[in-house]
């Protein structure tokens, strides 16, 4: 096969949700020597795009996206090594989760594989999270950053709850507070009071680490 075969293939595969020859090609395009963001930024991410547009359309139902999702975070699991292959030293702490009422995963598992991929100690809350976790992980890590994903409209407003939440908690001041998911826009996070937002997950690394700097350097001044 060849790398353009391969990337069509895991286009029209991730499509249709057929989990086994997503997983085949992925191994395949490695052995052939592919570089692991080209699998995943050429096809599988392209095609999710799609699955998204058919839903939008009503060409795709809920079962369609499942496993559509399903087939992606299988080639996931291959990827995430090599992507967060590492020689750094450890750059910062960052806790991650999807808010509470939303169960989306894929952008933000994404996230986290870059983040250590640039020596970030991420520590992932998973998806569901309520306020309540997000302060206790908090208390417990002392992160520099924690990041809120989110991918519906309708859960986008537990930014602001969490936000809340911080300030309630006496948090708010100890704490970057990043944001980001599919709808998610910066005037959005502005309109929240986020410290940063980013639209993918190099973006959230370039983003993060730029005001983890800044953050360092007003604190030494
Ligand atoms: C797969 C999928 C699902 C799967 C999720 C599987 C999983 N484990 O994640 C399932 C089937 C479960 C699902 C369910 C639903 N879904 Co859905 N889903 C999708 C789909 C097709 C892909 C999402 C995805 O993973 N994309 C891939 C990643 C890589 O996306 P990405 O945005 O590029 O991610 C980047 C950024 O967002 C950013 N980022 C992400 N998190 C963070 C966090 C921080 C801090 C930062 C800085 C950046 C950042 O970095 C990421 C990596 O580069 C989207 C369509 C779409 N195009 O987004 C719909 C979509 C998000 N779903 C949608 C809907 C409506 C639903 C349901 C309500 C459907 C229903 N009627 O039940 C339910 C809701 C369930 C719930 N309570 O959460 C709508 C949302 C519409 C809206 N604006 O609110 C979408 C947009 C589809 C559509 N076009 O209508 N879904």
Known sequence: M??????????????VGNAPAVLDLTHTGLDLGMEPQSLLFDALIPSLEEVGARFERGDFFVPEMLIAGRAMAGAMEVLRPLLAE????????????????????????????????????????GVQVAPEKFI???????????????????????????????????????VIVMVGGAPVTQEYADAVGADGYA?????????????????RSLVSA
């Open 199 to 215: 639209s993918d997950a190099s973006a959230c690394v370039k983003r993060a680490k730029d005001l983890l700097t800044k953050r």
């Open 86 to 125: 590492t020689g750094v030293q450890t750059i910062g702490t960052f806790v991650m989760g999807t808010v509470k009422g939303d169960v989306h995963d894929i952008g933000k598992n994404l996230v986290n594989i870059m983040l250590e991929g640039a020596g970030f100690n991420v520590i992932d809350l």
């Open 2 to 15: 060849t790398p353009d075969e391969i990337l069509q293939g895991l286009y029209d595969q991730t499509l």
């Open 136 to 174: 206790e992980a908090i208390n417990e890590h002392q992160p520099d950053i924690v990041g809120f994903s989110a991918f519906l409209t309708t859960t986008m407003p537990m930014f602001k709850a969490n936000i809340n939440a911080l300030q309630k908690a006496g948090l708010r001041d100890s």
